[in-house]
């Protein structure tokens, strides 16, 4: 069974603080992951993807990723009440011909 | 760029009727995935279309169909509607087909009554 879970939160920060988010899936052959964000009636829109082991940063974001604990997070710094989402971990299955899983989210509220 | 574009955005349909759904996507992208997402169920994927074929499918019953032509837009259609087919219906490109990264265009939101 292939699965992409996540803490369904809320997860409340002041802002400015920092968010972590989590995700684990159950697939050692996963190869990409993948973080979205989306907003209440939107889309999912993609923040970041990371494919080797480490971290990653964009801007206020760094994804991490570690393939033996079959765990990857997103942290999100001097977090804005715009940041406010619930944001979606996807992973990837079955190689080149596989396709994405994706979690079922974790809801993050920033507080002014 | 344009983004990718579904049509419609709403529909109100019935039990029993059936219903198309329309995805343009991203220019230059040739892979198109469809997912359902629901409250309970989250962004469960349909189906993947690349170069016309279908090229992975996912653990939905066969009243769920889709097609790709050679513009890469793709349709999906769901026939004898139930009340459970209420959801939102995401459509994704991506130039490359399986785990290439995808985009998600804006939705349409199907209400079965």
């Known amino acids: 069974q292939k699965e992409v879970e996540q803490n369904s939160g809320p997860l409340s920060v002041p802002e400015g603080a920092i968010a972590s988010l989590n995700c684990t899936y159950s697939d050692r052959g996963s190869q990409s992951f993948f973080w979205y964000r989306q907003y209440s009636g939107k889309s999912p829109e993609l923040i970041m993807f990371i494919y080797s082991n480490g971290d990653k940063e964009d801007g206020r974001f760094t994804a991490q990723l570690n393939k033996a604990s079959q765990y990857v997070s997103l942290l999100i710094r001097d977090s804005q009440p715009s940041d406010s989402a619930t944001y979606l971990c996807a992973v990837t299955y079955g190689g080149s011909q596989g396709n994405l899983i994706f979690g079922k989210g974790t809801k993050l509220s920033v507080k002014p | 760029k344009a983004g990718v574009t579904q049509t419609p955005r709403y529909l109100i349909k019935t039990r029993g009727q059936q219903v198309t759904l329309s995805c343009s996507p991203i220019?230059?992208?040739?892979?198109v995935s469809w997912y359902q997402q629901t409250p309970g169920q989250g962004l469960q994927f349909l189906f993947e279309y690349f170069s016309e074929t279908q090229r992975n499918k996912g653990n939905f019953p066969g009243r769920f169909s889709g097609r790709q032509f050679s513009n890469s837009r793709s349709e999906m259609n769901v026939s004898t509607l139930e009340l459970g087919d209420s959801a939102l219906y995401l459509c994704?490109?991506?130039?490359?087909?399986?785990?290439?990264?995808?985009?998600f265009g804006p939705g349409t939101r199907l209400t079965v009554l």
């Open positions: 994704a490109s991506s130039r490359a087909q399986g785990t290439d990264t995808q985009y």
């Open positions: 220019s230059g992208h040739r892979s």
